[in-house]
């Protein structure tokens, strides 16, 4: 039976839900809930990935509201990371 | 006897209190003196990251709303795993630690500013950082004001509206600048918060953090260490004054019952808490709020709405409104500012009317709609008139609006030398004394160098008031006033004197002014003002004033 482990890298597209984009108190509370998953996830968008833990590279990313972002993580418990992220990137966290 | 220094008192009033001076901005570091080790400069790195950490998550604790969310993510920034990857990387090129950190700082700093709109309006947030970092690692006071559990005196060199935003009253109990002006920012907020201040105070800067002090914002001097019995006596002083403060209320009015109405000065409608203060009305309500931030003009319903809650809130009480105020140096994108590099001598207030047909009739429409919803007695007035012709133009046009009380500001020396003129055509005058200063004296309000020049007690601006007020007093036309001098109490005396019926401030000014008023007589007050006018120079009319009321 297949592992996780082999299935390579799962990525998931993400739509940016803060109407502010992700900038400061959207941007800071995905990085807290990337640093709290068991793999490193990386996030994209149009250009070389950086760590979502990274709260100055996700704000660096200059994501838009309605832009679309690409999630992507390897190993054990990958899928579920990248789920929890993508979940909370799509919410508009400033209204939260 | 305990050692004095001497200053200019801007903001009546006494406080004891230890001397915590405020840290100076961080610079550009000078280039390092020796290479660092790698290991031991990053370890010290990460240790004041997340010193300052620790330090933003304890504040974000105790602070609500936007600030919170700001000092949250600013914590996160400073255990940004890519940022401490990076000042290691700096460290191990032989950088110093505050160094390290400077440079990994820099290089998100561009990327965020390379991103553009909201995310660079985050670099504050990295600069912030960045200093509060170094000065941990340098040893040096925190920049900005210090953060305190327990109530202090503030001293700086200058302070400056970002200094003071989150000043905390319960815990500042005075504030003494070695620079600034009778109209510095320092005079003006201490004013608006009602507490002690001196300014111009040299030597102020040296003195030992947590030295006790008594600060005399009447008499300007500051007594380093007082003895047990002076500290009494002080104490005995602030809380026979605070108490007198608490017990007055109720309309101005001199000793003999001379109505000198007091009025309150507000920056937006959404400041209408401020009618649950003991105050007449509002004096000036400025209008630019509405229009600011925007890319488009308001429209009338939105102007309407936005009054009608202010009107509501001071219901039966008098409001005047001023129309917007804007220009070259407050450009908005839908209003036409003109050429011009001198701003306040270009295109603002009323003259942008020319370019922008319409702009000040739906301003007006939009004010009278909302007063006729309202119980208020609601005035309007023009900002930046030079002539009575251009003051007839605009009263014409606010009666055809439907206006029942209209009137300008007087803020341009020309139009205050034609005051009896213009008393024929307006129903009341305000005159701004912080515009008014700036035009008579040449002087750029915002060149802190020339505050002297601005400082309110000069002869020459006062010569200008008494004239005004006096050419309204002759034609039964109320000329009050809505500057910064009116908020002093001994000058409030000295406008009473002239002849002015209102008086329009910050709502901390309020009380100490009515306090002010209600212990002479006007005889008393035509006498202060007549040596007021009659000093050569403002320092004198202040200190003779001053004197003269012991």
């Known amino acids: 039976m297949a592992m996780e482990t082999s299935a390579g890298p799962v990525t998931n597209d993400v739509v940016v839900g803060s109407r502010v984009g992700l900038h400061a108190r959207?941007?800071?509370?995905?990085?807290?809930?990337?640093?709290?998953?068991?793999?490193?996830?990386?996030?994209?968008?149009?250009?070389?990935?950086?760590?979502?833990?990274?709260?100055?590279?996700?704000?660096?990313?200059?994501?838009?509201?309605?832009?679309?972002?690409?999630?992507?993580?390897?190993?054990?418990?990958a899928p579920a990371a990248v789920a929890a992220l993508a979940e909370l990137i799509a919410r508009d966290l400033d209204a939260e | 006897m305990s050692d004095q220094l001497s200053g200019t008192g801007v903001s009546p009033g006494i406080a004891v209190g230890p001397v915590v001076q405020m840290g100076l901005p961080i610079g550009e570091l000078p280039e390092p003196t020796a290479r660092g080790d790698a290991q031991l400069e990053t370890q010290r790195a990460n240790r004041a990251l997340d010193e300052v950490a620790r330090d933003l998550e304890r504040r974000q604790e105790r602070a609500t709303g936007t600030a919170?969310?700001?000092?949250?993510?600013?914590?996160?920034?400073?255990?940004?795993?890519?940022?401490?990857?990076a000042?290691?990387?700096?460290?191990?090129?032989?950088?110093?630690?505050?160094?390290?950190?400077?440079?990994?700082?820099?290089?998100?700093?561009?990327?965020?500013?390379?991103?553009?709109?909201?995310?660079?309006?985050?670099?504050?947030?990295?600069?912030?950082?960045?200093?509060?970092?170094?000065?941990?690692?340098?040893?040096?006071?925190?920049?900005?004001?210090?953060?305190?559990?327990?109530?202090?005196?503030?001293?700086?060199?200058?302070?400056?509206?970002?200094?003071?935003?989150?000043?905390d009253p319960a815990l500042v109990v005075a504030l003494v600048t070695e620079r600034g002006g009778a109209t510095?920012?320092?005079?003006?907020?201490?004013?608006?918060?009602?507490?002690?201040?001196?300014v111009t105070c040299p030597g102020i800067t040296a003195v030992r953090e947590e030295t006790r002090v008594i600060v005399d914002g009447s008499t300007g001097l500051v007594t380093l260490d007082p003895a047990d019995d002076q500290v009494a006596a002080a104490q005995r002083r602030a809380a026979a004054r605070a108490e007198l403060l608490e017990s007055s209320s109720g309309p101005g009015r001199t000793l003999d019952g001379q109505r000198v109405e007091l009025l309150l000065n507000l920056g937006s409608t959404s400041e209408a808490d401020a009618a649950d203060v003991d105050a007449e009305g509002v004096g000036l309500l400025r209008t630019e709020f509405l229009f600011l931030d925007r890319t488009t003009e308001p429209t009338v319903d939105e102007q309407v709405e936005a009054y009608a809650r202010l009107f509501a809130a001071f219901g039966g009480r008098k409001v005047v409104v001023r129309t917007l105020d804007v220009g070259a140096d407050k450009p908005l994108p839908f209003v036409e500012p003109g050429p011009g590099d001198n701003p306040a001598l270009g295109l603002r207030g009323w003259r942008l009317?020319?370019?922008?047909?319409?702009?000040?009739?739906?301003?007006?429409?939009?004010?009278?709609?909302?007063?006729?919803?309202?119980?208020?007695?609601?005035w309007?007035?023009?900002?930046?008139?030079?002539?009575?012709?251009?003051?007839?133009?605009?009263?014409?046009?606010?009666?055809?609006a439907g206006h029942a009380t209209a009137g300008v500001m007087v803020e341009v020396p020309s139009l205050a030398l034609r005051a009896g003129e213009l008393m024929r055509?307006?129903?009341?005058?305000?005159?701004?004394?912080?515009?008014?200063?700036?035009?008579?004296?040449?002087?750029?309000?915002?060149?802190?160098?020339?505050?002297?020049?601005?400082?309110?007690?000069?002869?020459?601006l006062l010569e200008l008031v008494a004239r005004t007020a006096q050419a309204g007093v002759a034609a039964h036309v109320p000329v009050g006033v809505c500057g910064e001098a009116a908020s002093d109490p001994y000058l409030a005396l000295v406008l009473a004197?002239?002849?002015?019926?209102?008086?329009?401030?910050?709502?901390?000014?309020?009380?100490?002014?009515?306090?002010?008023?209600?212990?002479?007589?006007?005889?008393?007050?035509?006498?202060?003002?007549?040596?007021?006018?009659?000093?050569?120079?403002?320092?004198?009319?202040?200190?003779?004033?001053?004197?003269?009321?012991?």
Request: include cysteine; proline fraction near 6%; charge should be negative.
């Open chain 1, 26 to 77: 959207p941007a800071a509370l995905v990085a807290q809930a990337a640093a709290a998953q068991p793999v490193i996830v990386q996030i994209a968008k149009d250009g070389a990935p950086v760590q979502a833990r990274s709260v100055l590279s996700l704000i660096s990313l200059g994501a838009k509201c309605g832009d679309t972002v690409t999630l992507s993580a390897e190993g054990d418990g």
């Open chain 2, 68 to 85: 919170a969310e700001v000092l949250f993510a600013q914590s996160m920034m400073a255990r940004d795993p890519v940022l401490l990857d």
């Open chain 2, 87 to 167: 000042v290691a990387a700096e460290a191990a090129t032989g950088r110093p630690a505050p160094h390290a950190v400077n440079a990994a700082i820099r290089g998100f700093r561009e990327q965020l500013v390379a991103a553009g709109g909201y995310m660079a309006e985050r670099a504050a947030d990295l600069d912030d950082l960045r200093n509060r970092c170094i000065a941990r690692l340098l040893h040096l006071p925190m920049p900005g004001v210090p953060d305190r559990d327990d109530p202090f005196v503030l001293v700086a060199g200058d302070l400056a509206p970002a200094d003071t935003v989150d000043l």
């Open chain 2, 184 to 198: 510095s920012h320092t005079a003006i907020i201490a004013k608006a918060m009602g507490l002690p201040a001196v």
């Open chain 2, 353 to 378: 009317g020319e370019r922008n047909p319409g702009l000040l009739e739906r301003q007006l429409d939009a004010i009278a709609a909302a007063a006729a919803g309202s119980q208020c007695d609601t």
């Open chain 2, 380 to 400: 309007v007035m023009a900002p930046m008139i030079a002539t009575v012709e251009e003051a007839a133009a605009f009263t014409d046009r606010a009666h055809a």
């Open chain 2, 425 to 460: 055509v307006v129903d009341f005058v305000s005159i701004g004394t912080n515009d008014l200063s700036q035009y008579t004296f040449a002087a750029d309000r915002l060149v802190g160098e020339l505050g002297d020049l601005l400082d309110p007690w000069q002869p020459a």
């Open chain 2, 497 to 550: 004197g002239v002849g002015c019926s209102s008086l329009s401030m910050a709502r901390g000014s309020l009380p100490q002014v009515r306090v002010s008023l209600a212990g002479v007589t006007v005889q008393r007050c035509r006498d202060l003002a007549q040596i007021a006018l009659a000093a050569p120079d403002a320092r004198t009319a202040r200190a003779k004033t001053a004197a003269e009321l012991g």
